[in-house]
């Protein structure tokens, strides 16, 4: 939630178990306390460190269009997280199929042109079949909370985007497993 200068001023977490192809779920947002807002221009004072997890596994191309859909709405919803970002926040992201890229895609920077145009660019994951690892993207980007990089006086902030269940295979280089 936003107020009318786009300051966020709440923030909800919402998950839908599955949610097959092509369908719609009709979801409700809820906040657990009521919002404290005090005046027009406040904003957070706090900076965030946030890593965004890119989902670029085979099932981000299931729509059969070109470009890759859903796979390219999230790269786009991603760089446009990234304007909303405040001066003093940094951003990275770690995007993932079978394992997640290593090293990361973006380190921890407030660079947001140059991050926004490197999420931009990630490409699908084209070797063989790709599964969806979370796991992997998970702690790829609890690494980089560890690194010099990340701020001690930052929250920090995950956001995971990816169209379904996380899948790791015990062995990725046998399909049928």
């Given at each position: 939630?936003?107020?009318s200068k786009n300051v ?33 221009g406040e904003e957070c ?133």
């Amino acid at each position: 939630i936003y107020d009318s200068k786009n300051v966020p001023i709440g923030v909800s977490s919402t998950k839908v178990p599955k949610l097959s192809p092509h369908s719609s779920e009709n979801i409700s947002f809820t906040w657990p306390l009521p919002f404290v807002f005090e005046s027009e221009g406040e904003e957070c004072e706090v900076p965030v460190d946030t890593m965004l997890i890119l989902d670029r596994s085979g099932s981000m191309a299931s729509e059969g269009k070109n470009p890759p859909q859903p796979f390219t709405r999230v790269r786009e919803a991603s760089a446009s997280f990234v304007s909303f970002l405040s001066q003093n926040d940094q951003v990275g992201m770690v995007s993932y199929a079978t394992y997640a890229s290593n090293p990361i895609d973006v380190t921890l920077m407030s660079d947001f042109d140059r991050a926004q145009k490197t999420i931009l660019a990630t490409p699908m994951g084209t070797d063989g079949v790709q599964y969806t690892n979370t796991g992997d993207a998970l702690y790829r980007a609890g690494l980089e909370f560890e690194t010099q990089r990340a701020r001690a006086d930052a929250r920090k902030v995950v956001v995971l985007l990816t169209d379904g269940e996380a899948l790791e295979p015990n062995r990725p280089e046998s399909p049928g497993d």
